[in-house]
């Protein structure tokens, strides 16, 4: 297991990322009930197996 500090930024990669790749499973802390708030920013590309 690894962590990061918090405020910091990371990118994870998906399962569709590519044959030979792992893909990162990611569990945040909860927060609900505390005031704090998380930003999450997803972004999709079109998957590999539909372009070729």
Same mark, same amino acid.
């Given at each position: 297991?690894?962590?990061?500090?918090?405020? @910091? =930024? *990371? &990118?994870?990669?998906?399962?569709?990322?590519?044959?030979?790749?792992? *893909?990162? %499973?990611?569990? /945040?802390p909860?927060?609900?009930? /505390?005031?704090?708030?998380? %930003?999450? &920013? =997803?972004?999709?590309?079109? @998957?590999?197996? %539909?372009?070729?």
């Amino acid at each position: 297991m690894q962590r990061i500090a918090t405020g @910091a =930024v *990371a &990118l994870f990669k998906g399962q569709e990322f590519g044959p030979g790749h792992r *893909a990162c %499973l990611h569990r /945040s802390p909860p927060i609900e009930g /505390s005031g704090d708030k998380r %930003l999450v &920013l =997803v972004i999709d590309t079109p @998957a590999r197996h %539909l372009h070729g």
